[in-house]
């Protein structure tokens, strides 16, 4: 998927445009429910960043980069 840098606040609010998830975001970027966990995954290297998907920025960092959704 490609989106500019300035089309989306976080990575929460492009996965929750394209993917219908339940119970996603539930807080709406507050940070404070832990819904929108994601692992970042580097294609190359294999490291592996846990994070909310509220605290991620669109910008070049996340280009080449596997997002996969945590859920319960």
């Known amino acids: ?15 929750s445009d394209y993917l219908p998830v339940s119970g996603f975001g539930i807080c709406y970027g507050g940070g404070c429910c832990g819904t929108c966990g994601v692992e970042v995954r580097e294609d190359c290297s294999g490291e592996r ?11 070049d960092e996340l280009a080449n980069k596997r997002i996969i959704l945590l859920r319960e």
Do not use: G, R, V, W
């Open 1 to 15: 998927m490609q989106t500019n840098k300035d089309a989306y606040e976080s990575l929460m609010s492009l996965i």
């Open 49 to 59: 960043k846990f994070t909310l998907s509220c605290e991620i920025k669109i910008d």
